[in-house]
Every structure is written in structure tokens, then in C-alpha cells.
């Protein structure tokens, strides 16, 4: 005997009993039950000393250091105070992402305390009377030490933040597109660049960018620093730079603001026959525009992730 088929109405009630359980598990997901309690506290680490912070501090006072304000901006944390006098501390694009944060006189204790800060940012180096009176309103992280690198600056800050997984990816995501960079443009890591700020319209004397002020171009991306000066900013003629000879060549300069265009730049440049002869030149290597941005520090997470993208924009160009 031919077993009864099932109706196509009952096996559709059927169907929804079953994912009933998983539809309403998906709405529980959805409306944030069963995510992540940032409730309560947690122990940080960082810099060799642990501290205990909310899971998720929101009422930061970034007190005397811009370098977290950069970790901020990597991770798109909105900077809710800063000192009264934050302004002498940073500038450009810092000072323009703090500028709606609330400003505390950090000098006197009952503002702090009215405040009422989660956690308070702050430079090892400042008083330690001040540390320990800041201390008795919210934990305090000493920030900046010589021995952090800017990855673990960020996972400071993203660990505060509840954005841990966000600030790996971006970490991931960093070392991945400079390792692409590397491997197209510097892969045996041994070619020479350099960063010029030109002081003539000629193209004939040039402030260098220290290497210490942009580690992506020598650190991450391999490039060699090829100039030799125990000055914090050196400067080269263009005989000096001859001598040289970098593989590549990145040069600002206050006639790039002044209406005169890269390619009529290129041109005058080009009418300069120890120019013609540099390698850089030749190979289409010379790189004209800011890499930097006002106020960035160079070191940091934002800095770092902001000159990787303007650098792999000047080399495919």
C-alpha cells in the first residue's frame, strides 16, 4: 500500500515549528542578548604593568599626550576630554578629531572628580604627585614610554574600548598591505628613499625627513635611509643628493601650494641636468606632494596607516 503523502500545507507548518527555535535565536543575536557583558571591570596589561579598567571605558581623559589620540582616531573612538590646554599638546587633524571633546582643567582635582572619568590617559614622565592625585578619581595608564611600540599602543587603547578584534584587523590588515608594498616596489628591502622638504623653488637645497619621524618608509617598508648626519633634520644641496642617488625620491615643497602644478614641477626640474641624471628622476621615481598630514606624529598607529595608503599612492602613480 502506497504510504499517504504529506500535504504540501502540513509539511509547511511542519517546516516552521523547526526553525522557529533558530529564527527566535537570531532575533535574541540580533537585539544583543547573548553578546559580550561589558559590564563590570577587567585587568589590562600594558607596558609591563597591569591595571584594572572598566570593560569598556567611554569617559576618557586623554591628559597630556597626543599619541592615544592617534590610537583613537585609528579605531574611530570619540575623544571625550582633553585638558583645558590640550591645544599646546597637538595640532592639525589631531586637534581637529578633539575638537568637540570637553575640556578640564586638570589641575584642579574637584573638575576631574565632577568629570567623572573611566579612565585617564596620561604621560609617564608628568609629576607623580599629579599621577597619584589623578589616580584617586579613575585608574590611570601611564602612556608614550620608550619602550612601546605603536602596536601595543593600539591594543591599549582597543582593549579599553571593547575593540580588540577591531584592532587587530587593523594591525593585520596594515602588515598585509605593507608586505604588498614591499614586494613589489622594495623586495629584497635595499633600496634607497628619501623624503625632502625642498627650500627653493629650484629644487637645490632640501631639509630631510629624519627616519625616525617616518618609520613606514624605513621600518615597515625596508627602504634604506641613505643620508649620513647626526642632525635631528639635516639638509643637502643638490650635489650632496647627486651623490646619493636614491632609488626613490618624495618631495614636498611650498611651490606645490603656490599654483605651480607637479607636471610643470617635473618640467622645471627636468631643465636641470644634475636632476636629469639622478636615478630617481630617470626611472620615474620622483615622488612630488605631502606625505604627512599636520599634526600627525609620524610614529603612531594613524600616522602609520595614513602614510602607508599616501606612500602606496605615490608609487602607483
Known sequence: MEPQRESAKSYAKKIGRAALPLTIGLGLLLSGCGSEDLTGTQQLTYDGSTIEVPKKAERILFEWTSFPLEDAMALDVKVSAVPEDGGGHYAGVVADYAKDAEKIDTDDMDAVRAYDPDAIIMMGLDNTEHIRE?????PVILAGGPGVDWK????????????????????????KDAEALVKKWNPNRDKKAVYLLSQDEGGTKFKVVPGSVIPTLYQDLGFQYPVKSEERTPMLTLDQLAKIDPDYIFMDGPWLYQGQSKADTLDLLGQDAKWQNLRAFKDGHLHLGALFEEGLSGTESYSRMYLLKRIGEELSS
Open 134 to 138: 589623578l589616580s584617586k578619581v579613575a
Open 152 to 175: 601595543e599602543n593600539l591594543r591599549m587603547m582597543a582593549a579599553l574600548t571593547a575593540q580588540k578584534k577591531k584592532g587587530e584587523k587593523l594591525i593585520a590588515d596594515y602588515e
